[in-house]
């Protein structure tokens, strides 16, 4: 078991866990920008509240845990910003993949692939390829990832079977479509974070969050807490979700 904190760790109603929580780790940049760092700086700093969120997810036994690395939209910004990014990934895959092995994570990654360098890609097969038997924490990392992307890709695939005359148009149902989804085989997400204070998707998820519950805080991501992992925690196991239904 990976350090932790007993007492943090013991203010959480096991029965009352979330299966599955995504994470839109935001807010790097204007932290670092406002500590007169540059935004890169931020980035790095981030890395560091990820393990600890990871941690402390390994020692509740979360089921799922998905987090936004970076969108099909960052490709917009700076070619430096994405350079760091990209090496920042892979030191960080590099450097924790047989640590997170050990604690029986299974990695997974969420999104397109083939943009990545041949390097990159293969460090994503690899780390994926060693964790693929755990039966920890499903710990799925989106990058290059968009929610419209994964939906037409799934759409795309589907019409293709239906071309060919495998599938017929009528058997698409909601569950087919859900299972050829990246996240196939994992719950639906039932909370949803967003750090920094932006209060928007940002194309994270838009299939799997369809009856999430949001919380948000201003804390920007270098900054935020096992602490505070814990209090979103708790306040989901609060709240009273109703699928459309009465109670
Ligand atoms: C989130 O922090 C990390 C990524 C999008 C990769 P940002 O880089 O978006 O930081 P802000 O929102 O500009 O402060
Ligand atoms: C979403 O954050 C993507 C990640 C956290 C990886 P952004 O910072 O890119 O989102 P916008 O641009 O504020 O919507
Ligand atoms: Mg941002």
Excluded: C
């Excluded at 910004?77 to 990209?86: A, D």
């Excluded at 148009?169 to 859900?178: G, K, L, M, T, V």
């Excluded at 814990?230 to 239904?245: E, T």
């Amino acid at each position: 078991m990976w350090e932790s904190d007993a007492d943090l760790l013991a203010r959480v109603d096991k029965s009352k866990l979330p299966r599955h929580v995504a994470i839109i780790m935001d807010g790097n940049g204007r932290w670092a920008n406002g500590r007169g760092l540059l935004r890169n700086a931020g980035h790095t700093a981030g890395v560091k509240t990820l393990k600890k969120i990871l941690q402390t997810a390994v020692n509740l036994k979360l089921e799922a845990l998905t987090v936004y690395a970076f969108s099909t939209e960052n490709w917009k910004r700076p070619h430096t910003e994405v350079e760091f990014l990209m090496h920042l990934f892979s030191d960080y895959l590099e450097r924790e993949k047989r640590e997170m092995h050990e604690n029986n994570v299974r990695i997974k990654f969420l999104g397109r692939t083939e943009d990545f360098s041949p390097a990159l890609q293969k460090l994503m097969r690899d780390s994926a390829e060693l964790m693929k038997n755990n039966t920890g924490v499903k710990f799925n990392v989106a990058a290059d990832y968009g929610g419209q992307d994964e939906i037409v890709r799934v759409a795309r695939k589907l019409a293709r079977q239906a071309a060919a005359g495998e599938l017929s148009p009528e058997d698409i149902s909601a569950q087919i479509f859900a299972d050829e989804l990246d996240t196939a085989g994992q719950p639906p997400v039932d909370l949803l974070i967003r750090t920094s204070g932006e209060m928007r998707l940002s194309n994270f998820l838009l299939w799997q969050t369809a009856y999430a519950e949001f919380w948000f805080t201003d804390t920007p991501w270098p900054e935020f807490t096992p602490e505070q992992f814990v209090d979103a925690l708790i306040d989901f196991g609060n709240r009273s979700r109703r699928f459309g239904a009465l109670n």
